[in-house]
């Protein structure tokens, strides 16, 4: 059985900062590449950082880099988006996904929410102005 967990969500004001983390479960975690998307209601998923199997290569949507940095932890099966100076529209519902097969990272913010095997429940993101 697969479990991915999410957590780290919460109400902050803006210039503050949050930690998401989704551990994985069931997979083997080292040859998984996996990414962040949010959703707002009514609109569609929208990947926001992502991250290869090794660790080594990392991607971000322009909206977050310099702010938010993907990392993983093998040893714990978790990944994580440490999120600074964060802004009112970074408000959403935060997902991480996960890719089975590992697939080119440098693409990673490319491939629509169907090309990923699982997601977390997601974990909401408030900021106040």
């Known amino acids: 059985q697969v479990d991915v967990v999410v957590s780290g969500g919460g109400l902050v004001e803006a210039g503050e900062s949050l930690k998401l983390s989704c551990t994985v479960s069931?997979?083997?975690?080292?040859?998984?590449?996996m990414s962040w998307f949010k959703r707002i209601p009514g609109k569609k998923r929208e990947a926001r950082s992502g991250?290869?199997?090794?660790?080594?290569?990392?991607r971000y949507v322009d909206s977050v880099n310099g702010r938010f940095t993907i990392s993983r932890d093998k040893t714990n099966n978790t990944l994580y988006m440490q999120m600074n100076r964060l802004k009112p529209e970074d408000t959403a519902m935060y997902y991480c996904?996960?890719?089975?097969?590992?697939?080119?990272?440098?693409?990673?913010?490319?491939?629509?929410?169907?090309?990923?095997?699982?997601w977390g429940q997601g974990t909401q993101v408030t900021v106040s102005s």
């Open positions: 996904a996960v890719d089975r097969r590992g697939d080119p990272p440098e693409l990673c913010l490319t491939y629509p929410p169907q090309h990923y095997d699982y």
């Open positions: 069931g997979l083997d975690f080292r040859y998984l590449g």
């Open positions: 991250i290869s199997w090794s660790g080594n290569t990392t």
